[in-house]
């Protein structure tokens, strides 16, 4: 048996205490001094979650092309640059990029990600090809091939994905998404949907189609907030993401408004698929949200969002947590079998 001891991060807060573990199961979790040596001090934290990310245009990395800070040029389905490539590039190559961000998400503590996968039943297939003896935890919102409705491929999306994961509703013609959304609640799935990313969008027809979550909301206003916010929906922000096309979370209307956000990286050909990164980014950004604040939105805020086990430190349950230096708040270890 081995130990973890410092302070450890609770839906409380914050406790003085240490975690005893064996192989890939947490014995306990206490209170107080840690009894043995620890093999490491620190701050304890569960593994992290990163509610948003493309895993699938990881290989666009290795191309080393210049990529145009325009968000549909870049991005927007069906014919963006991101788009074509993947559409042009062979499988094994795609296969080989998810594997890479896998290894660099589990390298940072990342246990869980939260993946929008293009390419229709073929890019789950794909995506089951990478996550092959992998230990890490995929939340999977499939998409559609084309931006039309057809129920037997959404049927088969959904047979093996976690829910339905879309556009903006500026990319598709808004019934299509009715049909789709209809399809996902009867067969009591999650939907998630980018929102006011580019431009603002009615926050009213996007809260009919009763997201889980919304992604981005760059453009929302204080009013469109308030609404997200009395409708229990969370907000997904992916700062540097953002920070390529010229853009930003509104923090200050985050803040004002009391919204629920997790937090994601979004195109991994853009950046490291790190959320402690993503972390460190915000707070030289803006001196709104406390580290305290920004370790629980993504672990325990962002597992309880997306209906993932958020007594993750709990005794008797699978080892996931990952252990920081206080000052750096960089890993020092990470236990995730």
Same mark, same amino acid.
């Given at each position: 048996?081995?130990? $973890? ?23 306990? #979790?206490?209170?107080? #001094? ?7 001090? =620190?701050?304890i ?12 245009? %990881? ?7 210049k ?5 549909? #040029? ?15 590039? %062979? ?10 961000? *896998? ?12 993946d ?6 073929? =890019? ?11 230990? +890490? %935890? ?15 491929? *959404? ?11 879309? %556009?903006? +509703? ?50 929302? !206003? ?14 997904? +922000? ?10 930003q ?7 004002? #408004?009391? !919204? ?13 698929p790190? *959320? ?20 629980? !939105?993504? !672990?325990?805020?962002?597992?309880? $969002? ?5 007594g ?23 236990l995730?079998?």
């Amino acid at each position: 048996m081995e130990f $973890a001891s410092g302070e450890i991060l609770t839906i409380d807060g914050f406790q003085k205490g240490y975690i005893s573990f064996e192989k890939n199961k947490i014995i306990t #979790t206490e209170k107080g #001094t840690c009894p043995k040596k620890p093999v490491v001090k =620190g701050l304890i934290v569960p593994g992290f979650v990163n509610a948003h990310i493309h895993i699938g245009d %990881s290989f666009i990395k290795k191309k080393h092309a210049k990529l145009p800070r325009n968000i549909e #040029t870049l991005v927007g389905p069906p014919n963006g640059l991101k788009h074509r490539l993947l559409s042009s590039t %062979s499988n094994e190559e795609i296969v080989n990029g998810m594997i890479d961000s *896998i290894y660099e998400m589990k390298k940072s503590g990342v246990s869980i990600f939260c993946d929008f996968r293009e390419g229709g039943i073929d =890019g789950l297939n794909l995506l089951n090809l990478a996550l092959k003896n992998q230990n +890490i %935890s995929p939340i999977i919102f499939s998409r559609p091939n084309n931006l039309k409705y057809n129920s037997k491929e *959404i049927n088969n999306l959904l047979n093996f994905s976690n829910g339905i994961g879309l %556009s903006s +509703i500026s990319d598709w013609e808004y019934p299509e998404i009715v049909k789709i959304v209809k399809h996902v609640k009867k067969k009591n799935k999650m939907f998630g949907l980018h929102a006011s990313e580019r431009v603002r969008e009615d926050i009213d027809i996007i809260l009919d189609l009763k997201p889980d979550f919304l992604v981005h909301m760059i453009k929302a !206003t204080e009013s469109d907030f308030i609404k997200v916010k009395e409708n229990n929906i969370s907000v997904i +922000i992916c700062p540097r993401s953002n920070y390529f096309f010229g853009i930003q979370p509104n923090y200050k209307l985050i803040k004002k #408004t009391d !919204t629920t956000f997790l937090i994601g990286t979004d195109n991994s050909m853009l950046n490291n698929p790190s *959320i402690l990164d993503e972390i460190f980014f915000i707070k030289q950004k803006t001196n709104l949200f406390s580290m305290h604040e920004l370790l629980h !939105t993504s !672990t325990y805020i962002a597992r309880k $969002a997306l209906n993932q086990e958020c007594g993750i430190l709990d005794s008797n349950l699978k080892a996931d947590f990952v252990v920081l230096d206080k000052k750096t708040f960089k890993p020092l270890f990470i236990l995730n079998k």
